[in-house]
């Protein structure tokens, strides 16, 4: 007798929380640089450089990248840039972590702040919230078929294990990990712009992401676009942009064609370099940026699993033991576009051009009715754009846009915990003619039904020999409540089959105080 077994790797979530800290730290004006008059923005970017997982404790080392926009304190004043960078550590203990689990981890910059000390250096904060996931690979041995074969119990005719099965729709880890890598191109000035200065500040996003799974392999394409801040060589203001797509195609040996990835990108460094064209003009750049991707990939399979058995007329031991497993109840999904008018506020300068506009979406509630996983949240934007003013030639404006959707879900129930990832899959946008910023941005929404609990696996069924007492004697047995035609026949050692038929039943339908005829062997 042998057991056919489904090798199946789990994902099971040790731990997962949010955190936040503070990094803050004072800049002191580069000698090259004038004093500061007033300052006109102060953004913040968070990166993870590195994370170690030990036994209890999950370290996270990072960095937070300033730049600051300022009108300096000199007979010409145009805008002129800073920039910061503070490192940071964060240790987060957690007892049920073990140092072969596998952290999953975002980090972003929720608000920055600063203080203007005096005119050459500043006090520069930054509120940096973390989201972690601990995720432990668990291989697990499920039992799908037996294979028997009576005459190796040395008998001629012996009937086939009653086996009782149970469908468990499971997701199957097919792999996990992080790829760095480069993505290098040029930005070149459009006809009528003028030549590069200097350039302010850069701001780098990937967007248009897909992938395709493949035996082995999976390949990510997507595109960094890249904002360009600059003054030109008379101190005006002016931007570019420049997309920058990337092929990449990562080995992972447990990956499938049925495999579904979750790939978070993030952005580590950035640097432009400004370069002169055929005609010797400086209205080329060379842009480079390093790329980190985050792939957690899982198939969905539907097994009908062993739950229970026993061969009719023979003692029967099995071998168990616990499980716990997530069951993937349900996968909604759904992509919608947002349309907003971004009105500029009193008293702000009116928008020349628009130069980069960023958009985050935060899911804030979710809810179940009926047969719909209601979803609500808020789209955080800022558009920042150049001005013809003098005093603020570079602004920004932020403003909250809040959704709410209802996604079709028609598995689940009420112990199933949903999980709900938010993602802008594009963004865009045009001026109107009353000079305000009309945003475009497709918003994917990605949820997942889970149940999780603990089961019993057999991991081996044996035959002990004849069972006591099974002769040929018909036992007589009235129905009690909760009783199943399973339970009495695995407690009679007899094939379930043999009961319908010798009770004459249509199907395996019990009602309490039935008499039923349970034959012997």
Not at 66 to 89: H, M, N, Q, T
Not at 316 to 324: I, M, P, S, V, Y
Request: with cysteine; net charge negative.
């Amino acid at each position: 007798m042998e057991m056919l077994k489904e090798n199946i790797r789990l994902n099971t979530a040790v731990a997962a929380a949010a955190t936040q800290r503070l990094v803050e730290g004072d800049v002191i004006v580069p000698d090259t640089k004038p004093d500061i008059l007033k300052v006109l923005q102060v953004d913040a970017v968070s990166c993870i450089t590195d994370k170690e997982v030990s036994d209890g404790l999950l370290r996270l080392c990072g960095r937070v990248d300033f730049k600051i926009l300022y009108i300096p304190d000199s007979e010409r004043r145009c805008v002129k840039s800073i920039g910061a960078s503070f490192d940071f550590e964060e240790e987060i203990a957690n007892k049920d972590i073990i140092a072969s689990d596998t952290a999953m981890t975002e980090c972003s910059v929720e608000r920055a702040e600063f203080s203007l000390l005096n005119s050459r250096k500043l006090r520069l904060k930054a509120a940096v919230s973390f989201d972690y996931e601990i995720i432990r690979v668990t291989p697990v041995d499920i039992a799908v078929d037996i294979e028997y074969d009576a005459s190796d119990a040395g008998e001629k005719t012996c009937p086939a294990p009653e086996i009782k099965r149970r469908t468990v729709t499971l997701k199957n880890s097919t792999g996990m990990g992080e790829f760095v890598f480069p993505v290098r191109g040029r930005a070149a000035l459009r006809s009528g712009q003028s030549s590069f200065g200097e350039i302010l500040k850069a701001d780098y996003s990937v967007t248009d992401t897909e992938y395709k799974a493949m035996a082995g392999r999976v390949a990510a394409k997507g595109t960094v676009t890249v904002c360009i801040l600059y003054t030109d060589a008379d101190g005006e203001t002016d931007h570019c942009e420049c997309e920058l797509p990337f092929t990449e195609v990562w080995d992972i040996e447990e990956m499938t064609e049925d495999s579904v990835c979750d790939i978070g990108y993030r952005l580590e460094e950035g640097g432009v370099t400004i370069e002169e064209d055929v005609d010797g003009d400086l209205r080329e750049a060379a842009v480079s940026v390093t790329v980190t991707a985050q792939l957690k990939a899982a198939e969905t399979l539907e097994l009908d699993m062993i739950e229970d058995c026993y061969i009719p007329y023979k003692e029967t031991r099995l071998e168990t033991e616990h499980a716990e497993i997530t069951e993937c109840a349900a996968s909604p999904a759904m992509q919608n576009t947002i349309r907003e008018s971004i009105e500029l506020p009193e008293g702000a300068p009116e928008i020349a051009s628009v130069y980069n506009v960023i958009a985050k979406p935060h899911i804030t509630k979710v809810g179940r009715e009926g047969r719909k996983l209601l979803c609500e949240g808020r789209l955080e934007t800022c558009v920042l754009y150049i001005s013809e003013s003098a005093e603020s030639p570079v602004c920004s404006i932020k403003k909250n846009i809040p959704f709410s959707y209802a996604l079709e879900c028609s598995g689940g129930d009420v112990n199933s915990e949903p999980k709900l990832k938010a993602e802008i899959k594009h963004i865009g946008y045009s001026l109107n003619s009353a000079g305000e910023a009309e945003l475009r941005c497709i918003l994917a929404i990605n949820a997942e039904l889970e149940r999780r609990q603990t089961i019993e696996l057999i991991t081996d069924v044996q035959q002990c020999g004849e069972a006591a007492g099974r002769e040929s004697r018909i036992v007589v047995y009235f129905v009690r409540g909760g009783d199943t035609l399973w339970d009495i026949a695995k407690h009679y050692g007899v094939p379930c089959g043999a009961i319908i038929e010798f009770n004459e039943l249509d199907d395996d339908t019990l009602k309490t105080g039935m008499r039923l005829l349970i034959p012997g062997k």
